[in-house]
């Protein structure tokens, strides 16, 4: 019996509806929330209750959002709605349709390229609007967004490169602007002009140029009483830096004790000290210039050098050994020959010189050389004698005797 009352209360329950189970429902400030996050839903109808106020379908991989999905499913009373870390990349015109009462819209980390600037027609009320970390890359020349009600715009990290005049020409009560970690190089003060309510605009981003465009616009922001932290304030616009930065964006090294959990037992490891300051152009050349490359630059250097210093050291070798043999095997020739007795040749080849002297010249005595068959059988290379030989330089006077000396 007491089962049966029991049975028919949930039957009653469940009439009203029930909290599927992907989802979790409570109370947050006195509104219904339902919070189905990360389950894998593709559409928003997953069957939480119409009354539910607070509803979070983050971390899903909902594509798209089609005209009157909502309304369809019978949900008038949203306030909040997250539907960010999603893959949404269309909306249609009339997705919010009967979300009368939408107060806090939340896209950010979605797919969205392009998005229909009057689509927030049928949410009056709407106040903030979370479009972060999507990828409207290219922003035509009109409204972006149109609303009187919005007062918070968030467009971080949306890879936009620059904003045309008009973009924000529609949003007469925005307060609170945030256009960080977008590809913004300048911004022309005709784009923030219409926000008459601005109080508080976030530029963070590392491309910004500091031309005179843009210090002008910053010198309106501060005039304006717009909560802002200033780019260009400190120092004058050092444009070839700038240039240089907005070229290469370098990363600031990273302490790995910062970001990994390294527990070391030996107290050898030591923390090289990384440079904290920007690194000066010649700095960089510096560490792009590798040990590597230096090592290799080194070796082919020093080989070169080798390569000259022995073919130089070989040849003044080889020169003086020919020299040397040239003269031992003249002196042993003419030791022969004056055993033979046979002075007529030399004479012959060299009349003016006295026969006392020490050494005869060479090349006359090589020539001589050539025509007796005792050379060869004194071991004497017979490459050395021809090359001699068939010069035809016999009548050139011998080359000096200091030639032995290394003279490079
Ligand atoms: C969903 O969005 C609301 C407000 O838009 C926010 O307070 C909440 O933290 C978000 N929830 C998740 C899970 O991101
Ligand atoms: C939107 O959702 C993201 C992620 O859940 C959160 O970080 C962000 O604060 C939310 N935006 C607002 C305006 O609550
Ligand atoms: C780092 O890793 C060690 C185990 O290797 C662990 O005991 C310690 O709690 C970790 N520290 C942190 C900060 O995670
Ligand atoms: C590391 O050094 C500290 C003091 O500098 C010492 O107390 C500790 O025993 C050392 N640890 C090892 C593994 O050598």
Redesign the pocket.
Known sequence: MILLIFFLITVDGSSVGVCPTQCDCDMDNGLNRA?C?NQNIVSVGVGVPAEVQVY?L??NAISELDNFCFKELGYKSIQ???L??NQIFWVGLHAFFGLDQLL???LSNNRLRYFPSDVFWYTPQLV?L?LSSNVFETIKNEPFVMHTKLQVLNLNNCRIKSLPDRVFSRLPNLKKLDLSENYLVTINLDVLRPMRKLNRLELRNDYWQCNPDFIATETWITSHDIAYQKICAKRSPKMFEKMISVVEVEKDPVEIENVWNITSDSNTTDVVPTPKTPLTPFQKFDRNFSALQAFVIGVEVGLAIGIVATYVWLRSVRSCTRLMNRRRSLRERRRMRRREGDMRNLLLWNPGIPRNLETPPIYRRQGLITDSDTVNTQGLPSREINMYADDGRSETPPPPYHECRLNL
């Open positions: 919070s996050v979070s983050s971390h909040i709605l997250n960010s870390y806090e819209l939340n903030s979370d």
